[in-house]
């Protein structure tokens, strides 16, 4: 195991072949894990974090952060602010925290928190699952049989490719099945349930539903 601090001012840093632990306390830092299993952790700042070839842990801290997984599977935390995360290859852990984030999975069968704050959630290739969590979300399951969660708030739900499972739960939400044979479930709220092609099955629960 390889430590690496960061100092408190911006600066790029590259890990080693090894398992590193690379820390950038303040500033708006650059880290790059490399080969091994990472932990990279942001501190303050807006900070970027890539992992690299193996299976690595990526923690944004505060500030506006871009956390990139690449390849291996992979646990990406936005911390507090307005995050950028993208999973890349593999099958990865992805939670947002707070703020208002962007969220990608990337290839492989990923499961996506979008926490507090109005998120885009998007689960691109493989079976995923997507939780948007507090506030107003826009889910998307891309390719694959994917399981989206709206949780509270006005959520726009998008099941994609393949047979999805779509729950609104609380709020007021919009659902669509796109593709193939999905199962959409309002939840608690006034809810609009589009299956659109193919044989889906719909439930609009006991409140003021729009079933399509």
Known sequence: MTNIIVNPIDKIINGTGRNDT??????NDILFGLRGNDVLIGGNGNDTLNGGSESDLLNGGNGNDRLNGEAGNDT???GRGNDFLNGGNGNDRLNGGDGRDTI????????????????????DDGRDTLIGGRDNDIIGGGSGNDTLW????????????????????LGNDLLNG?????????????????????NDVLFGMVVLDYLL
Do not use: A, P, W
Request: hydrophobic share 25%.
């Open 178 to 198: 796109d593709r193939d044979n999905d199962t959409l479930i309002g939840g608690r709220g006034n809810d609009t349930l589009n299956g659109n092609e193919d």
């Open 150 to 169: 709206g949780g509270d708030g006005r959520d726009t739900l998008m099941g994609g490719r393949n047979k999805d499972m779509v729950n609104g739960g």
């Open 22 to 27: 690379l820390m950038g306390l303040d500033g």
């Open 76 to 78: 990406l935390i936005g």
């Open 104 to 123: 990608i999975g990337g290839l492989g069968n990923d499961s996506i928190d979008g926490g507090t704050g109005d998120d885009m959630l998007q689960g």
